[in-house]
Every structure is written in C-alpha cells, then in structure tokens.
C-alpha cells in the first residue's frame, strides 16, 4: 500500500462520468481469502446523508453479488488504460469458473478495513455499506428505460457506501 496516498473524498480530481462510465471500475468485495470482484460501468460517488458515499450496483445473478451481499465492505478500484484488458477479462469471466486475479495479473491487497483493493489502481474507494435496495418494474418512471435494460426484468440491487477511505497513487507503475 505504500505506492498509495490518502486523499479525503472533496479531493477527488477525476469525472465520474469519465472514470465509472467509460474507463469503468472493480467492484470487489469480500476478505483477502474469499473474494471477487467484477468490472461495472455503472455508478457514482457524491453526498448523501451528511456522508460521501459512492453507489454502485450488481445484478443477483453476477457471483459478485453474494459476495456483497455477506460483507459490510467492498472497494471500487479505477485503473489506468494500461489495464483495460484485465478488465474487459474480469468483466467477461466469472469468478465460479476462474481465478481473475491469475488470469489478469492483478495484485490484490487487503485494505485497512479488510477489503480487497489492487496494487495496480490508480484510485480506490473503500466503501462501508449503508443501504441496499432493489430497482422494480413499478419505479421506472419512463419504461422505455427499462425495457432497453431490463428486458428480461433481472433489475439491479444497488449499494450505497460511506466511503471510508480514497486511496490515490503516488507514482505510476
């Protein structure tokens, strides 16, 4: 961890819309010994209730998921261009079939909470779960967005979580 700085969450300098929309993330969850993590391009970071949370969110069928359901911690992990075939692999391959961690050549490492994080990250988010809740057919306001997204109705849960820590490098690898 020591090629990593601690930076409070006001001094996040990256666009969410760049970084978790088109250079997407890791979300991992679940201690050194037991954890998976998987490439999402969905979610956020911001304020909410008198917090700095990020939101991300995971489908029940994605092995992840349970995964973030037993644990009280998860990190999103934002990488370089360097590393965006690991994550078009972690994204692509279950954890149930592979080890992704060999497959791809990421170093995970166990963040003071006991979450997992990667050596390779340029910026971690290290998360305390806070709420979970599940989209549905009835709150979709305008279900041309639902049936573009959901046409087999497998709605995402989506997890918000105090961000407890931000880790940013301090030199490129």
């Known amino acids: 961890m020591n090629q990593f700085n601690e930076i409070a969450p006001v001094d996040i300098r990256q666009n969410p819309f760049q970084t978790v929309g088109r250079e997407w993330m890791l979300i991992t969850a679940g201690p050194l010994d037991d954890f998976n993590m998987m490439t999402a391009s969905w979610g956020t ?6 917090r700095d949370v990020a939101i991300c969110f995971v489908r029940p069928q994605r092995y992840t998921y349970s995964f973030m359901e037993r644990n009280s911690n998860y990190t999103l992990s934002f ?4 590393w965006r075939k690991a994550l078009e692999y972690c994204g692509s391959h279950s954890g149930r079939q592979v080890d992704k ?3 791809t050549s990421l170093t995970p490492f166990a ?3 006991g979450a997992v994080a990667f050596e390779e990250a340029r910026l971690i988010l290290e998360c305390r779960k806070l709420y979970s809740g599940d989209f549905g057919e009835s709150g979709f306001v305008d279900a041309r967005v639902m049936d573009a997204v959901y046409q087999e109705r497998d709605f995402h849960r ?9 880790l940013s490098r301090t030199r490129n690898k």
């Open 45 to 50: 970071w911001g304020h909410l209730w008198e």
């Open 79 to 82: 990488f370089d261009a360097d």
């Open 101 to 103: 961690t060999s497959a």
């Open 111 to 113: 963040t003071p909470s």
């Open 158 to 166: 989506f997890y918000v979580g105090e961000i407890m820590r931000v």
